[in-house]
């Protein structure tokens, strides 16, 4: 019986806090997704495990699109083949490589040597609020630059 009431004062406590609005739950009702066919779908599927605003930074091709969505599938999302049809256009159309949506908050990188590098190169797959954003050490960078040029990335040299 105690077990019972702990359970049930566990839930009751678990509730409470879900109610509760944080500043990461705010940050999520936004939809930074630009509008399109596909749009809403693409909100309602991504937004059971995913904050929108990381899917919305992803710059992909069709294929690698594709890729994600499926393995998204195999992982429990709900969507039928042509909904992933769907999907994988609107991703591809309005998040593909090259396309760069207005930053939610502005973004200045620092002036140097690497500069003019990221702008043309990292900006093909990410915004430059998602390379600005996360500090890393410089020593870091190699490992990360590396890991993108095997993804695809195109040459590092301008």
């Known amino acids: 019986m105690r077990i019972i009431k702990s359970a049930v004062a566990l839930l009751a406590l678990g509730a409470a806090l879900a109610t ?51 393995n998204m599938v195999l992982r429990g999302a709900q969507l039928t083949p042509a909904e992933v049809d769907k999907v ?36 093909l797959c990410h915004d430059l609020e998602r390379v600005a954003e996360v500090k890393r050490k410089k020593e870091n960078w190699a490992s990360i630059v590396a890991s993108m040029v095997a993804w695809g990335a195109p040459s590092l040299t301008i």
């Open 88 to 123: 994988v256009n609107y991703l591809s159309t309005n998040l593909g490589p090259g396309i760069n949506l207005p930053p939610q908050k502005p973004v200045t990188l620092p002036d140097g040597s690497g500069k003019r590098l990221v702008q043309a190169r990292c900006a």
């Open 20 to 70: 509760v609005p944080s500043p990461g739950r705010a940050q999520q009702n936004s939809d930074p997704l630009p509008p399109g066919d596909g749009r809403e779908i693409v909100a309602v599927a991504c937004s059971q495990c995913h904050y929108l605003g990381t899917i919305a930074k992803i710059r992909d091709g069709a294929p690698g699109w594709r890729t994600y969505v499926s």
